[in-house]
């Protein structure tokens, strides 16, 4: 495809942008209860039409310039961001960034093609037909050289092609500013330098294209026409890569015949803790480069916390290219997608939840309608409970933490809400949870011999749903807020103490009274209780027995063995409403907690 041929802007602009300065950028974080400055005062200006290198040694403080000139980083960052030298406003200028990361997640089971659609479907305006969509699709996949891979899953690209799938979501909006950090890591140096002829051409078409390389080649670094290196949170070099190593040998620094000059620079860069006298006056310099381009800007930083205008538009102006009901659909749709696509799962979940129902109905065969083996039936309903919270609980933990990265990179791309985002989440998961649930509860159910009543079928289906549902939701909750190497373990083990309280292996009137209140906080006892009495209570008929004499004969005799006579059927499936209800309020809370962390 030719460049002529790459599809127009469809972020509507203010103004085009000529130049991106920053001014006395200072970022502290806290460290062991210390604070440590990553970066000291800095400024500098990116200039549209140019590929600008961010070059310094290793924890020079390049990525963290660049998460805070994207935006991706607020906290502890206070100085200026200028658009053509005037403070913009917040939200205008979060559309008007892209920022490609080290490592981009992606959806482990959509393909590129799709990964590009649904960027599109999310980033660009309702009023884009789908045809234009489609375009800016196929030109993308052409322009990054990704058509032989177009129709495959992102988690058998190999590592250059999903660094290209990474640019090519960054260009579906056709952003006018780009940062990307590290583009060409764990690329050879053919892929490399096709992805810096990418960013080239980008920065050809009027774009401000700013990127963090590490040791470019020479051949990769003549690519580039403007250099900014960073040494010690600090600028070194700013301006022409041409006339980088003049300034350098003005300030003391010769370059060896036949170095490369990006090394050299960073050579240079190294040595700012060791040879300060020399460094120093050349760091100055270019700190009096960057107050000469700013001299125009009259700002006194009185409120040194606002990196950008605040936005006083926020009624006026969307936030967000689509509506939420939209970005809800097109969220669902692709987590749905997702799901099923993730066929080893999916097909586990469905036969681990068939293969429980059989096993379950095989052991404790016909043991429902037998006054003799009540016991063993009422071993049977939780042994039902437990494998439904496990099974539920288990698999979102897993799989939820893998999202996460794709769910703070696009809200944080101004993609969707949280909101959408958490809909999405509950109701793309559901219809499986439930279609699991009901196989195994349905075979369960049948094997076991209960009671053959619809009500019954009914109530009983009910409470092992609304089980499921609290699981999956627990798993979400807990998915979000640990990390993968801990949920495994918490999950479980929090799972655990409510089983205890749930009136099957030590009843209420045997608990210390210090413990019973923890009984109504346990799902499992609404669950445990609610099953008894969807099978014994609602004056059922007498129960069977093949044996001379059967204790339990009576239905009302199993209930006062479980002290759950007076209970009511109601009040459990309230208290899972409850339950569910406070864990949608919790993901919620977790999933806004998980952005703040990452701020
Ligand atoms: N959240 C943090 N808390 C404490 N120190 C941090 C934090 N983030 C970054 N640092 C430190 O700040 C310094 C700059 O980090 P940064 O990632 O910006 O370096 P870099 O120049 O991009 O390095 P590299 O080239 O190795 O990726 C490093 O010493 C890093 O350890």
């Known amino acids: 495809m030719s460049l002529d041929e790459t599809v127009e802007v469809v972020i509507p602009l203010v103004k085009t942008i000529t130049s991106l300065s920053f001014r006395n950028l200072n970022y502290t974080v806290n460290q062991k209860g210390s604070k440590k400055?990553?970066?000291?005062?800095?400024?500098?200006?990116?200039?549209?039409?140019?590929?600008?290198?961010?070059?310094?040694?290793?924890?020079?403080?390049?990525?963290?310039?660049?998460?805070?000139?994207?935006?991706?980083?607020?906290?502890?960052?206070?100085?200026?961001?200028?658009?053509?030298?005037?403070?913009?406003?917040?939200?205008?200028?979060?559309?008007?960034?892209?920022?490609?990361?080290?490592?981009?997640?992606?959806?482990?089971?959509?393909?590129?093609?799709?990964?590009l659609h649904y960027a599109a479907d999310l980033k660009l305006s309702s009023n884009v037909t789908r045809i234009h969509k489609t375009k800016i699709v196929n030109d993308i996949v052409a322009l990054l050289g990704l058509e032989k891979c177009a129709h495959n899953q992102a988690r058998v690209l190999s590592g250059g092609e999903r660094k290209r799938l990474s640019i090519g979501l960054e260009l579906v909006s056709n952003p006018k500013l780009l940062f990307f950090d590290e583009p060409t890591s764990g690329l050879d140096s053919e892929s490399s330098y096709q992805v810096i002829s990418y960013l080239k051409d980008l920065a050809k078409q009027g774009r401000c294209v700013v990127s963090v390389i590490h040791q470019p080649s020479s051949e990769l670094l003549e690519l580039f026409d403007d250099i900014y290196v960073v040494a010690d949170g600090r600028c070194m070099y700013q301006g022409a890569l041409e006339d980088m190593i003049g300034t350098l040998a003005s300030a003391g620094f010769e370059c060896p015949q036949y170095y490369n000059r990006a090394d050299f620079a960073i050579k240079v860069a190294s040595t700012v803790n060791t040879d300060p006298e020399k460094i120093n006056p050349l760091m100055k310099q270019m700190e009096s480069i960057s107050n000469d381009q700013l001299n125009g800007f009259h700002d006194e930083l009185n409120d040194s916390e606002k990196l950008l205008n605040e936005s006083s538009r926020r009624g006026s102006s969307p936030q967000y290219p689509i509506s939420q009901l939209r970005q809800f659909l097109i969220l669902t749709r692709r987590t749905a997608l997702g799901t099923i696509r993730n066929l080893t799962l999916t097909r586990l979940r469905l036969l681990g939840h068939i293969m429980f129902g059989l096993i379950v109905g095989s052991v404790f065969y016909d043991v429902g309608d037998n006054g003799a083996k009540v016991l063993a039936n009422i071993s049977c309903l939780i042994m039902i409970l437990m494998f439904i919270v496990f099974s539920n609980s288990m698999t979102v933990v897993l799989t939820f933490p893998l999202e996460m990265g794709v769910f703070v990179r696009e809200h944080k791309n101004n993609c969707y809400s949280v909101a959408a985002y958490f809909f999405s989440k509950i109701v793309a998961d559901f219809p499986l949870m439930l279609f699991g649930v009901t196989c195994c509860q349905l075979i369960a159910y049948y094997l076991t011999g209960q009671p053959n009543e619809t009500e019954r079928i009914a109530m009983f289906w009910g409470i092992c749903g609304l089980m499921a549902w609290t699981a999956q939701m627990y798993g979400m909750v807990a998915g979000c807020l640990c990390p993968v190497e801990v949920s495994p373990f918490v999950v479980p083990s929090s799972i655990v103490p409510m089983v205890l309280f749930s009136g099957f292996f030590i009843r209420y009137?045997?608990?210390?009274?210090?413990?019973?209140?923890?009984?109504?906080?346990?799902?499992?006892?609404?669950?445990?209780?609610?099953?008894?009495?969807?099978?014994?209570?609602?004056?059922?008929?007498?129960?069977?027995?093949?044996?001379?004499?059967?204790?339990?004969?009576?239905?009302?005799?199993?209930?006062?063995?479980?002290?759950?006579q007076n209970s009511n059927y109601w009040f459990d499936v309230a208290g899972l409403g409850v339950w569910i209800t406070v864990l949608h309020v919790l993901l919620y809370v977790s999933l806004r907690l998980r952005l703040k962390w990452t701020q």
């Open 37 to 115: 400055q990553l970066l000291k005062n800095i400024s500098g200006t990116f200039r549209s039409g140019r590929l600008t290198a961010i070059m310094g040694p290793s924890g020079a403080g390049k990525s963290s310039l660049l998460n805070a000139l994207s935006g991706f980083k607020t906290q502890g960052i206070t100085g200026r961001i200028l658009i053509n030298n005037e403070v913009v406003d917040r939200l205008k200028y979060r559309q008007l960034v892209a920022y490609n990361t080290q490592d981009v997640p992606l959806l482990q089971n959509i393909t590129v093609q799709e990964t």
């Open 509 to 564: 009137g045997e608990l210390l009274d210090a413990y019973k209140p923890l009984t109504y906080v346990s799902y499992f006892r609404y669950g445990f209780e609610g099953l008894a009495l969807a099978t014994y209570g609602f004056n059922r008929t007498e129960i069977g027995c093949e044996e001379m004499f059967c204790y339990y004969r009576k239905s009302k005799k199993v209930l006062e063995l479980l002290e759950i």
